[in-house]
């Protein structure tokens, strides 16, 4: 069992930063691939960006690149995401899970039905 718990989120202007995190409880982190998530309101939720287990493959969904940077510290079993330049449209719930899948565990992963563990969320505003 893996619990994950986010924190960080908050209301910033446009162009600010933020930095969540998500502290993993469990023996297992380290060999877990992880990912965000988020989910606007009315949308589905969707890929951020994903790591494998020790961090030397990181997958971005397109709109984040180069704004976003995907970090986990095993000492601390805990994930990160470094948000920059920030845009109205990446307000959302955002949200951490892992994922036990092979090729997650390799290379970070896009896919939400391959991570099995979930945090709870935390809301992210962006006002323009």
């Known amino acids: 069992q893996v619990q994950l718990v986010e924190s960080g989120g908050g209301t910033v202007q446009a162009g600010g930063s933020l930095r969540l995190s998500c502290v993993a409880s469990g023996r297992t982190f380290s060999s877990y691939g992880m990912g965000w998530f988020r989910q606007a309101p009315g949308k589905e939720r969707e890929f951020v960006a994903g790591?494998?287990?020790?961090?030397?493959?990181?997958l971005y969904e397109d709109s984040v690149k180069g704004r976003f940077i995907i970090s986990r510290d095993h000492a601390k079993n805990t994930l990160y995401l470094q948000m920059n330049d920030l845009k109205p449209e990446d307000t959302a719930v955002y949200y951490c899970?892992?994922?036990?899948?092979?090729?997650?565990?390799?290379?970070?992963?896009?896919?939400?039905?391959?991570?099995?563990?979930w945090g709870q969320g935390t809301q992210v505003t962006v006002s323009s």
């Open positions: 899970a892992t994922s036990s899948d092979f090729d997650c565990r390799r290379y970070g992963c896009q896919r939400a039905d391959l991570h099995s563990y």
């Open positions: 790591i494998n287990w020790n961090g030397g493959s990181t």
